[in-house]
C-alpha cells in the first residue's frame, strides 16, 4: 500500500501553521498521529497535496486543571490521558477510554484533537467530550470559534472545523465534589473499534443527580449525545431502575445496522448492559 | 587435529534454543521484501472490484502514458505467450489475468512494472477498465443449484457449477447400519471461511537473466523444488536453468503453497523486459485473492446403539471453492484427508461424499495449518459425539471412552481405508482430566449452573493423519510425497545438513540439527542445516501438512545412520580393531571393554585424511525418505468457560491440552508450535471469518474485519503430554506442528455450547462471536415460552 505523492511542511509555531493552512486551503492537511490519515492515505481513500505536520508546535499536548477549568491539548496523545494521574484518579472516563483505544502502538501517536477532527463514529473521544459537555477550540488565522463537543461532530467523517482551522484546545468544566464517571467499550480484540461505547459522567448532590453527561459510541452516524437520558437521571436519586429507565432512553436513539458484530437487537442490547453497568459504575465512584 | 572435542550432544529430548531466532529478533532476517536487485522493476496488480463481469475494455494510455511506467500488461499480451491460464494444484485451471470475464472481487485483470512501487500504484489507478455485471452466486447451494449463469464458461463442457464429486467408504454397509441404529445423531454445520494472514504476505522478485538464460526466483514459498518444477512445466523454462530461492518466511500456514498469478506475471514480465520484477502483496491483496481455507457446509450423522456405541458415520460436504478449484492437496483425494473424520473412535463403516461448487469468490482451499481437510474433518467428529452424548444422557467423557480405538487395537485400519500407526487415546484423556482436576471442574460447574451462570466444559479427543506421503498414494500434481535430506560433515567434525523441506518458522535449523547430533554425535550448534535454494538443497515437496518431520526428518535420521555405519569403518581402521568390537556410544566408537575411543569428529577427520584403505573418502550424502505410511498424532483438548448471559461474551477460563505427537525432538519447539495453533483454534472458534455479501464483496478483507487475536485474548494455555512413538518412524516421531489447529476449535465451541445446553441450545456456528451466543440464548429463551 503506496500513499499517493503529496509535499511535507513542518511548521513550529502555531502562527507558521496557520499560514501554511491558509496558503494550501482545501489541499492542505493537518497531520497529527497520522493513525487515521496515514492509513486512509495509503488506502487511498485521501489525496491531500500537502501534509501540514503539527506534531512540532509548542504546548499543544498539556493538561491542566486551574480556575474551575479542564483543559486538554489538541495534541494530548490517548496513552497520555489513558495514564494520566489526574485522570486515573478524578476522571475516570478519560483514563479508561484512553486505554481502551486501539492498542499501545496507536496510543502512542494518536492524538484526542486528530481522534474528534477525524469524527468516526465508532471513536471513543467524541462520546467522552460529549459526556463532560466539553467545548472544542478551533483557531484559524485573526479568529477563534468554538463548538460544544455534540455539536462538533455533525456525521461520519464531517465536522465544523473549516480547511483553515485547527482545533488547538478542548476543555470542560472543572469538577468539583459528588463527580463519578466511567467509560464502558466492547471490542472484539485489543486493537478493535467499538461494538458498542458508553461515555458517562455524573454529579451527583445531597443524594441526587444534580447533572449527567451520556456520550455513546458506535451508536449511530456519529458520536451520539443521549439527551434523554440526561433528562432521565437528572434531580432523581441513583437507583437501578433509574438507571433501567435511563438506558432505555438511550437506545431509543440508537440507529444500528447488521454486521459482523451482531444484528442491531444485539448492539441495542449490548448498550442497554453497558448503560446499567456504566451508570452504577459512575454514580459508585461518584458517591466515594 | 587435538583430540576430540567434548561438547555435550544435545540430540532429541533437550530444549534447544532456536538457533534461527537471533536473526529475527535484532531484525537481520532477509525476507522477500528485503531482496533488492540492482535495475530491479516493480508490479502493481489491477484488481476487478467486481465479483462477477465480462470485462468489456481495458485502456491502458493513461497509465503507459505516466512518467516512470515501463509496462502495463493484460490478459491478451499473456494469451500470446500461452500464459494467460494456469493448472491448479487441483487439476483445474486459473485465469492468470482475466482475459474473458472476472468471476472474483479482487481477481487479476491487469499489472503495471514502473520503476518505483509507488510509480507503480499510482499507474494502476490510472487503467481503465470497463465491466458488465453477470448474477453473482456466493452460496454455494445456490451455485450448485443453477444451471443458467456458468461460473465457469471457460470450461469446456461445463454445464453447471459443480467443481468435483468425490466419495469415500462403503455406502451399503453405513446405510444398512443406520437402517439398524437405535438413535442418529445429526448435525448440520459450516466450517468458515478463514485465511492463514500469515504475518509476512506473499510476493516474489523475478529475475530472468538475458544474457545468461538463468531464471532466478524469489518465493515466499513453503515448497521451492516443487515450485520450480511448476515453472518449468508451465512457462516452458528449462529446469535446469530455473533456481527458486525462498528466503527467511515469515509464516505460511498452507498459503504459501499454491502458485499465484502475481509470480506467473512478474516472471513474464521480467523475461519480457530483461529486468528482475518485484512484486509483494498487500494485507487486502493477501486476504482477499490468496488461498483461503475451509468453507465446508457438512451434514453429519451418527449411528447408535441404545447403550452409545457408535457403528456408522455418514457426512456428506458441500465445498465452496470460489472461483478456481485451487485446493493444495494430493491428486487422489478430491476433499483432502476429510474421510479421517471417523476420528478417534472404533466404528464399523462410514461413508463420506463430497461435492465441490464453484462461486464468485476468491480461489483457494489450502490446508490451513492442517493436513488436507483434517481440521474440519476433527470438527465435526468431535461437535457430534458430544451432541450424541446430550441425546443421549451420558458424559462427553463417557461416550469417547466407550468408543475408542484400543491401545492394543494398533495399527488399525480405519473403515475409510487409514492404517492408523499408534494411539493410546484413554490415556491422553485420563491425563488431561487429571490436569484439568475434572470431578472438581463438574462440581463447580454444577454449582455454577445452580446459581444461574452459565459454565461449561469441552473436550476434543482428536486424530491428526499428517506427514504425506507414501509416494504410492500421495503427490501434488504428479510429484511423489517423499523428502530428502543431504549430509556432509567436513574434516573439522562440523556439518551441513540440507533439506528438501522449507521452514516458516517451524524451527527446522535447531530440531533437524538435534536430530543430526542425536544419531551421529555432532552437537547441534556445530552443524548448520540448509534449506529453500533449489541449486543447493536436494529434491523435496516442501513444508505443510506437518510433512518435515515424518518425511524430512526421518531422511535425516537415516542418512546420518549411513554415515555413522561409514565413520565406525573409519573408526576401525583408527582404533585397529574390528568393526563387530565396536560400540557405538553418543558420540564415540568405543573398543568393547576398554578405554580405547574415537569421536565421530576423529572419525571426521580421519575421513578426509586417513581413510582406510579401499574406502571411499569424505564423509557425506543424501537420502531420500518414502515413508511406508502417514503418522496419526492424536490429543486431548479441553476447555472451561463462562459466558456472560447479558452479552453473550464467552471467556475461556482454563484450556488443557495433552499433546501425543510420538518423540518430542525439541520440546520447546513442540511447546511453541502448539502455543501457536491453540491460538488459532482460538481465533477461528471465537472471532475470525471471511465472508462475502450478496453482491459478493469481500468482508474480511483487512485486520479491521478479519480479526487476529493478541496476547490479551488468547487464553492461558496448560500443556501436557503423552508419548506414543510411531512404530515406523526412525525416531518414533510424528509431525506436530497442526495438531493444535486442528483439534482445539472443537473444544472451544463444545465448552460454549455445554454453557449453554441448560437452556437448551443445540448449535452455534463458527465463529461463535458474542452476539451469535446471544442471539442463540435469545432463540432459546423464547423456544422455552
Ligand atoms: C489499528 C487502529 C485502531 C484504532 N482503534 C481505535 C479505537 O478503538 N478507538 C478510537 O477512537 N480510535 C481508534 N483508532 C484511531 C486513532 O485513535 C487515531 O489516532 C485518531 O482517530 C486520529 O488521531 P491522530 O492524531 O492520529 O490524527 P491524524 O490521523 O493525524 O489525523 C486525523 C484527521 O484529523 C485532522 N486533524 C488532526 N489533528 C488536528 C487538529 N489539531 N486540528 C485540526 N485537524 C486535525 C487531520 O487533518 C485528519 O483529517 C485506531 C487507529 C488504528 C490505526
Not at chain 2, 491483496?285 to 447408535?304: I, K, P, Q, V, W
Not at chain 2, 449452573?449 to 479427543?461: K, Q
Not at chain 2, 482454563?654 to 520447546?668: E, F, H, Q, S
Not at chain 2, 456456528?765 to 442463540?776: I, K, L, Q
Request: one cysteine or more; charged letters at 25%; a negative charge.
Amino acid at each position: 500500500m503506496y500513499p499517493p505523492r503529496f509535499d511535507y511542511v513542518a511548521p513550529t509555531s502555531l502562527e507558521e501553521a496557520l499560514d501554511a493552512l491558509a496558503e494550501h486551503g482545501d489541499e492542505g492537511k493537518i497531520i497529527a498521529g497520522g493513525q487515521s490519515l496515514i492509513p486512509m492515505l495509503k488506502l487511498r481513500f485521501a489525496s491531500p497535496e500537502t501534509l501540514i505536520d503539527i506534531n512540532r508546535l509548542p504546548g499543544m499536548d498539556g493538561v491542566s486543571e486551574e480556575g474551575g477549568t479542564l483543559r486538554f491539548g489538541a495534541l494530548c496523545r490517548h496513552n497520555q490521558l489513558g495514564a494520566h494521574p489526574l485522570m486515573t484518579s478524578k476522571y475516570h472516563v478519560v483514563a479508561e477510554a484512553g486505554t481502551l483505544i486501539a492498542d499501545p502502538l496507536v496510543r502512542n501517536m494518536g492524538s484526542l484533537g486528530g481522534s474528534l477532527c477525524h469524527a468516526d463514529p465508532q471513536a471513543d473521544w467524541g462520546s467522552v467530550m460529549i459526556a463532560l459537555k466539553a467545548t472544542i477550540v478551533c483557531q484559524k488565522k485573526g479568529a477563534t470559534r468554538e463548538f460544544g463537543a455534540a455539536e462538533f461532530m455533525e456525521g461520519i467523517f464531517t465536522t465544523k472545523l473549516a480547511d483553515d482551522e485547527i482545533v488547538t484546545e478542548i476543555r470542560c468544566d472543572a469538577a468539583n465534589g459528588g463527580f463519578g464517571s466511567s467509560y464502558l467499550k466492547m471490542e472484539r480484540k485489543v486493537g478493535d473499534f467499538a461494538t458498542c461505547g458508553t461515555a458517562i459522567a455524573l454529579t451527583l448532590k445531597d443524594g441526587t443527580i444534580a447533572s449527567a453527561g451520556v456520550g455513546l459510541t458506535a451508536m449511530g452516524a456519529k458520536n451520539l449525545h443521549a439527551e434523554d437520558a440526561e433528562k432521565v437521571l437528572v434531580g432523581q436519586a441513583p437507583s437501578a431502575e433509574l438507571f433501567a429507565e435511563a438506558a432505555e432512553a438511550a437506545v431509543a436513539i440508537a440507529d444500528v445496522r447488521e454486521d459482523s458484530r451482531g444484528t442491531p437487537e444485539y448492539k441495542k442490547n449490548v448498550l442497554r448492559t453497558f448503560m446499567k453497568r456504566g451508570l452504577a459504575k459512575a454514580a459508585l465512584r461518584a458517591q466515594a | 587435529m587435538e583430540p576430540s572435542e567434548q561438547k555435550a550432544v544435545r540430540g532429541v529430548g533437550h530444549s534447544v534454543r532456536r538457533v534461527e531466532d537471533d536473526r529475527f529478533i535484532v531484525g537481520r532476517g532477509n525476507y522477500l521484501d528485503d531482496v533488492k536487485l540492482p535495475r530491479m522493476l516493480h508490479m502493481a496488480i489491477v484488481r476487478s472490484p467486481l465479483a462477477h463481469a465480462t470485462i468489456e475494455s481495458i485502456d491502458i494510455s493513461e497509465a503507459m502514458a505516466l512518467e516512470g511506467v515501463v509496462a502495463v500488461v493484460t490478459g491478451k499480451d499473456l494469451e500470446a505467450h500461452k500464459l494467460a491460464w494456469m493448472p491448479t494444484l487441483s487439476g483445474d485451471t486459473q485465469a492468470v489475468l482475466a482475459t474473458d470475464k472476472v468471476r472474483f472481487q479482487g481477481q487479476e485483470v491487469a499489472a503495471v512494472i514502473a520503476e518505483s512501487p509507488y510509480v507503480a500504484a499510482d499507474a494502476a489507478e490510472l487503467v481503465e477498465i470497463e465491466y458488465e455485471p453477470l448474477d453473482i452466486f456466493v452460496d454455494p447451494y445456490k451455485a450448485l443449484e443453477n444451471t443458467e449463469t456458468i461460473i465457469r464458461s471457460d470450461k469446456e463442457g461445463q454445464a453447471d457449477n459443480v467443481a468435483y464429486e468425490w466419495e469415500a467408504g462403503d455406502k451399503a454397509k453405513t446405510d444398512q447400519l443406520f437402517a439398524e441404529a437405535d438413535h442418529v445423531v445429526k448435525l448440520h454445520t459450516h466450517y468458515p471461511r478463514s485465511h492463514p494472514a500469515p504475518l509476512e504476505t506473499c510476493g516474489c522478485v523475478a529475475d530472468v537473466n538475458g544474457a545468461t538464460g538463468k531464471a532466478t526466483i524469489y518465493l515466499t514459498s513453503q515448497a521451492p523444488h516443487a515450485h520450480r518444477t511448476l515453472f518449468a512445466l508451465v512457462a516452458g523454462l528449462p529446469e535446469q536453468n530455473i533456481r527458486v530461492i525462498s528466503p527467511d518466511v515469515g509464516g505460511g500456514f498452507g498459503n504459501k503453497v499454491p502458485i499465484y498469478p502475481g509470480y506467473v506475471v512478474a516472471t513474464a514480465a521480467s523475461l519480457l523486459l530483461d529486468a528482475p520484477v518485484k512484486w509483494v502483496e498487500s494485507r487486502s491483496e493477501n486476504l482477499m485473492s490468496t488461498g483461503f481455507a475451509r468453507d465446508y457446509h457438512m451434514d453429519g450423522e451418527l449411528a447408535l446403539t441404545s447403550d452409545g456405541t457408535i457403528t456408522a458415520m455418514r457426512c456428506h460436504i458441500t465445498s465452496d471453492h470460489g472461483a478456481f478449484f485451487a485446493d493444495a492437496q494430493p491428486t487422489k483425494f478430491r476433499a483432502g484427508l476429510v474421510h479421517i473424520c471417523t476420528g478417534s473412535y472404533d466404528m464399523q463403516a462410514a461413508h463420506i461424499t463430497a461435492k465441490g461448487a464453484y462461486t464468485n469468490k476468491a480461489p483457494g482451499g489450502v490446508a490451513y495449518r492442517c493436513s488436507f481437510r483434517v481440521t474440519e474433518a476433527s470438527y465435526i467428529i468431535e461437535r457430534l459425539v458430544q451432541n450424541a452424548a446430550y441425546e443421549l444422557g451420558m458424559s462427553p467423557v463417557e461416550i469417547r471412552r466407550k468408543n475408542f480405538i484400543k491401545k492394543e487395537q494398533f495399527p488399525y485400519t480405519s473403515c475409510t481405508g487409514f492404517i492408523y500407526d499408534s494411539g493410546d487415546y484413554d490415556a491422553s484423556l485420563d491425563k488431561a482430566l487429571e490436569m484439568l482436576g475434572y470431578d472438581e471442574i463438574m462440581a463447580e460447574r454444577d454449582a455454577a449452573r445452580a446459581e444461574g451462570r452459565l459454565m461449561g466444559v469441552g473436550i476434543a479427543t482428536f486424530t491428526e493423519v499428517v506427514g504425506a506421503g507414501n509416494s504410492k498414494e500421495y503427490d501434488i500434481a504428479g510429484l511423489k510425497m517423499f523428502d530428502s535430506a543431504e549430509l556432509r560433515v567436513h574434516p573439522t567434525g562440523k556439518a551441513i545438513l540440507k533439506l528438501g523441506v522449507q521452514t516458516q518458522g517451524q524451527g527446522h535449523e535447531t530440531t533437524f540439527a538435534q536430530i543430526v547430533a542425536n544419531e551421529l554425535g555432532i552437537p547441534p550448534e556445530d552443524i548448520a542445516v540448509g534449506h529453500g535454494d533449489t541449486d543447493n538443497t536436494p529434491y523435496g515437496l516442501g513444508t505443510y501438512a506437518s510433512r518435515s518431520t515424518p518425511t524430512g526428518g526421518a531422511a535425516t535420521a537415516v542418512i546420518a545412520r549411513k554415515l555413522r555405519d561409514k565413520a565406525k569403518k573409519i573408526a576401525a581402521h583408527l582404533l585397529e580393531a574390528s568393526e563387530g568390537d565396536l560400540e557405538w556410544d553418543s558420540n564415540k566408537f568405543v573398543v568393547k571393554g576398554t578405554d580405547k575411543s574415537v569421536s565421530i569428529q576423529d572419525c571426521a577427520f580421519a575421513a578426509y585424511t586417513n581413510p582406510p584403505d579401499g574406502e571411499e573418502p569424505g564423509l557425506e550424502g543424501v537420502h531420500y525418505y518414502d515413508p511406508p505410511n502417514m503418522t496419526y498424532p492424536f490429543g486431548a483438548y479441553a476447555v472451561v468457560v463462562e459466558v456472560d448471559p447479558e452479552t453473550g461474551e464467552w471467556e475461556v477460563k482454563r484450556m488443557v491440552a495433552v499433546d501425543d505427537c510420538g518423540v518430542r525432538i525439541n520440546p520447546m519447539v513442540v511447546d511453541g508450535q502448539i502455543h501457536g495453533g491453540l491460538t488459532e483454534g482460538y481465533a477461528m472458534a471465537s472471532m475470525q471469518y471471511i465472508h462475502y455479501d450478496d453482491d459478493g464483496n469481500c468482508v474480511g478483507g483487512n485486520f479491521i474485519d478479519y480479526l487476529i487475536p493478541t496476547a490479551v485474548e488468547t487464553p492461558k494455555f496448560e500443556l501436557g503430554e503423552t508419548v506414543t512413538p510411531s512404530p515406523h518412524h526412525p525416531i518414533g516421531a510424528k509431525g506436530v506442528g497442526e495438531s493444535a489447529t486442528v483439534g482445539s476449535p472443537a473444544a472451544y465451541v463444545n465448552a460454549v455450547l455445554d454453557a449453554l445446553q441448560p437452556l437448551g441450545v443445540k448449535n452455534l456456528e463458527m465463529p461463535v462471536t458474542s452476539g451469535r451466543v446471544w442471539e442463540a440464548i435469545q432463540a432459546a429463551k423464547a423456544a422455552a415460552e
